[in-house]
Structures are given as C-alpha cells and as structure tokens.
C-alpha cells in the first residue's frame, strides 16, 4: 500500500491549488484521513482530517478557505486550497489509516511542496 501526493507548486498570494493524495495498493477501506504541513524550520503541524463519515475538521489558519473531500472508488483525498497565503508556504503531506490485505496501518504519502509568493 502506498499513498502518493501531488499538486504542490508555485502561486501567487491570493490563488488556489487543488493536492490530491491516491491510495493504491490492496485496499479494502481509507478511514480516518489528512493533510499535515510542515514550513521550513517548523514542526509538522496538522491542517485538516475527513472520517469516513463526511465529518471534516480544519486547523483555525485554514478554516474557511481550505476544503478536504475524497473519491471513494479512486481511493483518493483531496485538499482544496484557495484564497491562499505566503504563510501557507510548506510542504504538505497526506496521511491515512488504511485496512488493506496486509492489515490495519497508518500511512504517509511523500510530500508535495506548495509556494506561495507574495
């Protein structure tokens, strides 16, 4: 099982990026999932979690301008980002607990970076 980030990259203050994270792997459920961030010289800080219920949760700096969603038969979760800032400047990694063939276990994907210029 492996969990794979993209849609990082360079944008204006201001703008929006959409990162996708796909699971793949044999998968029977993605459960309890979210994006971190972690800004160079900071600790990895949590931005927001989706439950397999639809019930979502956001850091306070991204409430309101930051949505998670997900795509059940693509086995991916979203992060839309919009009206975003040079404070959101980081590289943002996708996490996910996963019941697979192998069994029950948290995942990291790999990371993808996002620039925001001012």
């Known amino acids: 099982v492996q969990l794979q980030a993209s849609g990082g990259g360079l944008v204006q203050a201001g703008g929006s990026l959409r990162l996708s994270c796909a699971a793949s792997?044999?998968?029977?459920?993605?459960?309890?999932m979210g994006w971190y961030r972690q800004a160079p010289g900071k600790q990895r800080e949590w931005v927001a979690t989706?439950?397999?219920?639809?019930?979502?949760a956001y850091a306070d700096s991204v409430k309101g301008r930051f949505t998670i969603s997900r795509d059940n038969a693509k086995n991916t979760v979203y992060l839309q980002m919009n009206s975003l800032k040079s404070e959101d400047t980081a590289v943002y990694y996708c996490?996910?607990?996963?019941?697979?063939?192998?069994?029950?276990?948290?995942?990291w994907g790999q990371g993808t970076l996002v620039t925001v210029s001012s």
């Open positions: 996490n996910a607990h996963i019941t697979a063939a192998i069994g029950n276990r948290d995942y």
């Open positions: 792997g044999s998968i029977f459920s993605m459960n309890l």
């Open positions: 989706l439950r397999s219920g639809s019930t979502t």
